[in-house]
């Protein structure tokens, strides 16, 4: 079984553009999550969908927005992109989304704002 | 608000020799607890996951965890490392009772291993 797929690998932007992140989950998982990673705040949660709704959101400014399809693929989405949103960016999917069921991560996508 | 701590940022541990890796957690209630290792320019991968019963936990690799309440505490253990073992491994607490919200991780351990 495949694992999750993101893309691209690399991204480099400009402050002030926007960026899409693109999430495909394991086949069967309803729900897929994004986490950013940073070295100074460490693994923060973003969102989470499931079923194309938006179940739960983090702690982090509106420029920050996601989306999932029919086909349980998710795209997160910033805009007005700042410096400080250089980071890895995660997803996740599993099964439910619950806290029993396990989160399976992708590789990410290390986005730098320069 | 559930909370996470790792305090060892950095451990150094020669092949071979036994690991332990220390989390404690703030929750309510009983949470449900994870175990990730993360190697350089990857995604993270569970190692082990406690939800209710044995309070030992065994997980992929030859890792376990102990989960204590009293301590608040799922610390991570392995008896013999081995180079391959060098990563970031990360704590996290989800939320019981079936709630979607997401994982609360810790800062990580960065485990380096001395020939």
């Known amino acids: 079984k495949a694992g999750v797929t993101q893309t691209p690998r690399y991204l480099i932007k400009t402050r002030g553009q926007q960026v899409t992140l693109s999430c495909s989950p394991i086949?069967?998982?309803?729900?897929v999550s994004w986490y950013q990673q940073t070295p100074g705040q460490g693994l923060q949660f973003l969102f989470e969908?499931?079923?194309?709704?938006?179940?739960n959101k983090g702690n982090f400014p509106g420029r920050f927005s996601g989306r999932q399809f029919s086909n349980s693929r998710s795209e997160m989405n910033v805009s007005t992109l700042e410096l400080g949103d250089s980071a890895l960016y995660l997803c996740?999917?599993?099964?439910?989304?619950?806290?029993?069921?396990?989160?399976?991560f992708g590789n990410g996508t290390r986005l730098t704002v320069t | 608000a559930q909370s996470v701590t790792q305090p060892d940022i950095h451990i150094t541990v020669s092949e071979g020799a036994s690991l332990e890796l220390r989390c404690n957690y703030s929750?309510?209630?009983?949470?449900?607890l994870f175990w990730y290792v993360q190697s350089p320019g990857q995604g993270l991968q569970l190692l082990l996951k406690?939800?209710?019963?044995?309070?030992l936990v065994q997980g992929i690799k030859g890792f376990e965890a102990e989960f204590k309440r009293s301590q608040s505490s799922f610390n991570l253990r392995k008896p013999s490392v081995h180079w391959s073992d060098a990563a970031e491994y990360f704590c996290?607490?989800?939320?019981?009772?079936?709630?979607?919200?997401?994982?609360?991780f810790g800062k990580g351990t960065h485990l380096i291993i001395q020939p």
């Open positions: 996740a999917s599993s099964s439910t989304g619950t806290g029993d069921s396990p989160l399976h």
């Open positions: 086949s069967g998982h309803r729900s």
């Open positions: 406690y939800f209710s019963g044995d309070t």
């Open positions: 969908y499931f079923s194309e709704t938006q179940r």
């Open positions: 996290a607490v989800g939320p019981s009772g079936g709630g979607a919200d997401g994982l609360t």
């Open positions: 929750y309510g209630a009983t949470p449900y």
